[in-house]
């Protein structure tokens, strides 16, 4: 099966499923009609850290960016956004300085204080991998090309839920590790006044491979039912015998997900447009998912065929 062959399959089970789309749907939905979360109490605390520490002297030249960049984040963020964790709704990829029409005004909920920011991020983490879990859950039997039953795939909605927060954790902490040396490494250099941008530079490369690595694991979960470690493995297996091709749906994927929005942005000029937009979008966003579960599930089938083989070949000799 090849990158292209895979998003048809994905489209074309969307397209004879369509309720699986409703995970991505009502995502939009929620930032259509409902309100913004900011992080303003967040960023505004740390300008005002770096502020004070610009007055006694203590803060790099480039701190005005810094403080310049904050503020552009604590107006522009939506912690709701958190809640799309592996997916792709629309209106949350649009910029906030594009007119969207929307039925009434759209308010901003403030948490008040930056502590209470760092609980909501954490808590909106966790309930974005569980509508994760909610969508991958529905799309696993289009893969495993089997019966659909609502009661099934709910039921294995905690399981996978479980196991995405398992794997979220293991590649946090991870990523941690990688950074605390590197941390420890652009310090150094900074203190001796050499440049460490090419160091990081560098860095994209390994860190791209990871990505390719790494972006099979969420389907291993719900398509094998494994666990997070044994999803990594799978993980590992399939995009090892596929590099390129996994390399090239993944850009395919991120082509679709950027080139249609432009289009579905002329539809979100006015109110009547956007729900033809979300329903467009979640088609295009849906069928991608189940595009990396079907090309997940074939290539893992023709690597354990190929195993099979070779056992069976040794055992004869």
Request: glycine share 8%; proline share 6%.
């Amino acid at each position: 099966m090849g990158v292209i062959d895979a998003i048809a399959d994905g489209c074309f089970a969307v397209a004879r499923r369509p309720w699986v789309m409703v995970p991505v749907v009502a995502l939009d939905l929620l930032y259509w009609l409902g309100g913004r979360l900011t992080a303003a109490p967040f960023t505004d605390g740390m300008i005002s850290l770096l502020e004070l520490a610009q007055q006694q002297g203590a803060t790099a030249p480039d701190s005005a960016e810094t403080i310049a960049t904050l503020r552009t984040l604590g107006q522009e963020t939506d912690l709701f956004g958190l809640l799309s964790l592996g997916q792709q709704p629309l209106l949350l990829a649009q910029p906030v300085s594009e007119q969207v029409g929307r039925p009434w005004g759209v308010g901003t909920l403030d948490p008040g204080h930056w502590s209470l920011v760092l609980l909501l991020v954490v808590a909106l983490v966790v309930l974005g991998l569980l509508w994760l879990a909610v969508s991958l859950s529905l799309l696993a039997p289009l893969a495993r090309q089997e019966a659909f039953s609502l009661p099934a795939a709910l039921r294995q909605v905690p399981r996978c839920w479980l196991r995405l927060l398992g794997l979220a954790a293991i590649v946090v902490a991870g990523f941690c590790l990688l950074l605390l040396p590197l941390l420890i490494l652009v310090t150094i250099m900074s203190l001796l006044g050499l440049d460490a941008a090419p160091l990081l530079l560098l860095l994209l490369v390994p860190l791209l491979v990871l990505y390719v690595y790494l972006a099979l694991a969420p389907e291993a979960i719900a398509v094998s039912d494994v666990g997070p470690f044994r999803a990594i493995k799978l993980s590992v297996g399939v995009v090892r015998r596929n590099f390129w091709a996994m390399f090239g749906l993944i850009a395919a994927t991120y082509l679709l997900s950027v080139g249609f929005p432009y289009g579905w942005r002329l539809l979100t000029q006015q109110a009547a447009g956007v729900p033809l937009a979300i329903l467009g979008n979640g088609f295009i966003a849906t069928g991608l998912t189940a595009a990396a579960m079907f090309f997940y599930r074939e290539r893992l089938g023709v690597l354990e065929g190929v195993k099979s083989a070779n056992h069976e070949v040794r055992d004869t000799k």
